[in-house]
């Protein structure tokens, strides 16, 4: 750490923290920028409500297009929540304090979009409630559903909990607008820091975490089981769970890590989120993405070893044909190629840093394509008689912007609650430097 | 399906030879008990006779899964459901008694599609959407290609069913296995699921939306179609209600599809109207089922591309164009 520790005092943290609470021309500019975006992916939506699921490029065999590869996607990033905070968090790691919330920011507002993602995949979006009416509990879509929403709940707890001291404070210190402070009063719950209010607090979080965990699993585990529980080559896969999860922790990580530096760059958090945690996080994602590299080796050696004729066809299309390019590209570049850097430390600075997880953020994304993909293209029985684009896959551009806009959203709400909230908790952060409010 | 066959084979009791005095007694205890128990039976036998009597003579009837069962005639109400209420539980029950089957004989095709136009007609389809398909297949290399008829397979064990989210694909007592269009979601899983390819999405608003509007929904013609939801074949279970044939059945001039009940083990062709045992049929032309080792147990047999009556022509560009 480079600070002098000295110095700091209580009103210093907090003004360090909380400075970027207020509304400058930067933050009008982007959220203009944002907003502007969703409207134009929104109308896209709409385009697909009036005259169906057509308008994408999803057809009869290829059924799952772009929407269910980029729902899988954000399942994946919103695992990292558990990750940082419960596995390591659990763990007694206590250089995770900054980065907790920034995880559970992640955690949340992917979670919460990948529940409108999946809506936008359906051809009937009125009948969501069905699901609810008629749910059978036999279909992996009613588990999914429900870990889900269990998921967001917890983490929005987990978001929450930790923040109703730093609100108080807030309240109390904060040089700001009237209707912020009393909103963040009414967020405090009468929060006075209390040994007895703490202990509560401090116990519900311990009890999430470790709730969150096996919740964490299941969601990505009970994703992969949509696939795993057909008997299509590509999909027929016993591995799926582990893959999905390490898979999901590769993601996420690389989320956290790129949005650690915008925050501490554009929040001039320099003396909190420090190189020592860029150099940390590089480590949290070498070791996750070598897990991942081995549930790689399993998914596609085996199979490959024995090539049975449903697999052997799906597996020459991946290795050489015509998805080879994208498939090379997202594991080298995405995964083996990441791994190798990181092990050197320059390569865990900031920017390089950043560099790499943006690289493997969006192998990400498109590794989700390879898995959701390629397997319908080949199915048991031969395509025969139908249109060429039934055939052969081609994402249209209204699909596109439908694809993109639950990125613009995420944007949006992590943008928000990192503009009104302390990106690093406050109180945690000032009672583990030792400086007490005076 | 395998029924369950409860042949009594004859139990002999065997006979001891030399009874021992204490094996007396033993017989006599196991006597004794046998009595008791006679006496018991006896006794309920009574009372239940006695209970006939009271109320009225015992039907047999025939339940749904094709069990007989007897039941006291005072005991039977008359089931009446009217209007939609009735159309839903008829689709959701299937017809009593009935296992359909379907016999496609591969030898017998040469690519008329005569049984899509018929499917696609009575479906209200578009060219591009197949209930019923026919592919041309080879299975190796060094084997002949030949012509395959595929639909949904109404398979026994139905992936596609086992996935629905809200219960909109359902197997019936009588082996379909249909779509209540009014409640599916659109999510597609049952696509994903099903090995055959069976299933269609409605991804644009349906051929003949327009002028089916107002018309009341038949799940078991899947009419009208309706945009975002999903069809496939249906074994025309419309037609099968009024005693007739599946359409594909009936429109094929190449005499490819026996159909029937495999309850009576006996299959009609569709084209020469001759009915025969199912079982035979099988036993001697080498039914199979397609892909057996996925365990879904199809209602759809195959007879073998053998001693094909048409020579194999590569099918003419029957592809519809680009929606
Ligand atoms: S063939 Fe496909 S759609 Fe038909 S019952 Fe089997 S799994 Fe379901
Ligand atoms: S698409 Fe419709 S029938 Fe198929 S699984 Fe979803 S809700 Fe069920």
């Known amino acids: 750490m480079t600070m002098d520790d000295n110095k700091l005092t209580f009103d210093k943290i907090t003004s360090d923290l909380t400075h970027h609470i207020r509304i400058n021309k930067g933050f009008l500019v982007w959220m203009g920028f944002l907003t502007v975006s969703l409207v134009a992916c929104l109308y896209a939506y709409s385009l697909q409500l009036r005259t169906g699921l057509g308008v994408a490029g999803i057809r009869d065999y290829v059924t799952w297009g772009l929407y269910l590869a980029n729902f899988v996607f954000f399942v994946a990033a919103s695992l990292i929540g558990m990750l940082i905070s419960a596995v390591l968090g659990l763990a007694g790691m206590k250089w995770i304090t900054p980065l907790t919330r920034i995880a559970e920011t992640i955690a949340v507002s992917f979670a919460a979009v990948a529940g409108l993602v999946i809506v936008s995949d359906m051809g009937r979006p009125e009948r969501l409630a069905y699901v609810f009416i008629y749910g059978r509990p036999q279909s992996p879509i009613l588990w999914d559903v429900t870990v889900i929403i269990t998921y967001f709940a917890l983490s929005l707890l987990l978001l929450y909990l930790p923040m109703i001291a730093d609100m108080a404070i807030l309240h109390r210190k904060g040089a700001l607008p009237s209707w912020l402070k009393g909103t963040y009063k009414c967020l405090s719950l009468n929060f006075t820091d209390t040994p007895a209010q703490n202990r509560i607090i401090n116990r519900s979080i311990r009890m999430l975490l470790i709730l969150l965990v096996p919740m964490a699993l299941s969601i990505h585990t009970v994703t992969s089981w949509l696939f795993a529980v057909t008997s299509r080559a590509g999909w027929d896969s016993s591995i799926f769970g582990p893959y999905f999860v390490s898979g999901a922790f590769v993601a996420g990580s690389a989320a956290v890590i790129i949005a650690m530096f915008f925050f501490r760059k554009n929040y001039k958090l320099q003396d909190y989120i420090t190189d020592l945690h860029f150099d940390n996080m590089g480590k949290v994602l070498v070791t996750v993405s070598l897990v991942y590299l081995y549930f790689n080796i399993n998914e596609f050696l085996v199979p490959g070893y024995k090539l049975q004729r449903a697999d052997a066809i799906h597996l020459t299309e991946l290795f050489s044909g015509k998805d080879a390019c994208m498939f090379w590209i997202v594991q080298i570049g995405g995964l083996v190629l990441p791994i190798l850097l990181l092990f050197f430390r320059p390569f865990r600075k900031p920017l390089p840093i950043l560099v790499i997880s943006i690289a493997v953020l969006i192998a990400a994304w498109f590794k989700r394509y390879l898995i959701v993909i390629p397997t319908q293209e080949h199915p048991f029985l031969p395509i025969q008689h139908v249109p060429q684009n039934f055939v052969v896959y081609t994402p249209t551009l209204v699909e596109t912007m439908i694809t993109i806009g639950p990125f613009i959203l995420v944007l949006i709400i992590i943008t928000l609650i990192s503009k009104f909230f302390p990106v690093i908790p406050l109180h945690e952060t000032a009672v583990e430097k030792g400086v007490e409010d005076v | ?323």
Request: hydrophobic share 30%; aromatic share 6%.
């Open chain 2, 1 to 323: 399906m395998e029924e369950n066959n409860n042949t009594h084979s004859p139990n002999e009791p065997e006979k001891s030879k030399a009874s021992t005095r204490r094996d007396f007694l033993k017989n006599l205890g196991l006597a004794g008990v046998g009595v008791a128990t006679g006496a018991a039976a006896l006794y309920s036998g009574h009372i239940f006779e006695a209970k006939k009597e009271a109320t009225g003579e015992s039907k047999v009837l025939l339940t749904q899964d094709g069990r007989l069962v007897s039941v006291d005639s005072l005991e039977i109400k008359s089931h009446e459901k009217t209007g939609e209420d009735l159309r839903e539980s008829q689709s959701r029950e299937g017809i009593p008694g009935r296992r359909w089957v379907m016999v496609t004989d591969l030898s017998r095709c040469r690519n008329a599609r005569k049984c899509i136009s018929a499917c696609q007609e009575a479906h209200h389809l578009r060219p591009e959407q197949y209930h019923m398909n026919t592919l041309q297949m080879q299975d190796s290399p060094n084997t002949a290609p030949y012509n395959m008829p595929k639909n949904c397979q109404h398979c026994d064990n139905p992936p596609c069913v086992a996935v629905c989210p809200v219960d909109a694909t359902y197997k019936r007592p009588d082996g379909i296995v249909l779509i209540e269009n009014d409640r599916c979601i659109g999510c597609r899983f049952c696509m994903a699921a099903c090995p055959y390819s069976a299933r269609i999405f409605n991804w644009i608003e349906p051929k003949d939306a327009a002028k089916d509007q107002g018309i009341e929904y038949n799940a078991e013609l899947n009419v009208p179609q309706k945009l975002g939801t999903i069809s496939k074949c249906l074994f025309s279970a419309d037609r099968l209600r009024e005693g007739k044939l599946p359409y594909c059945v009936e429109a094929c001039p190449n005499s490819v599809y026996y159909f029937g009940d495999e309850n009576e083990d006996s299959v009609t062709n569709g084209t020469t109207k001759e009915t025969v045992r199912l079982s035979k049929l099988l036993r001697d032309n080498g039914g199979y089922q397609l892909m057996p080792e996925l365990g879904t147990k199809p209602r759809v047999y195959y007879l073998p591309p053998k001693n094909r009556l048409f020579p194999f022509e590569e099918a003419k560009d029957a592809t519809p164009e680009k929606v």
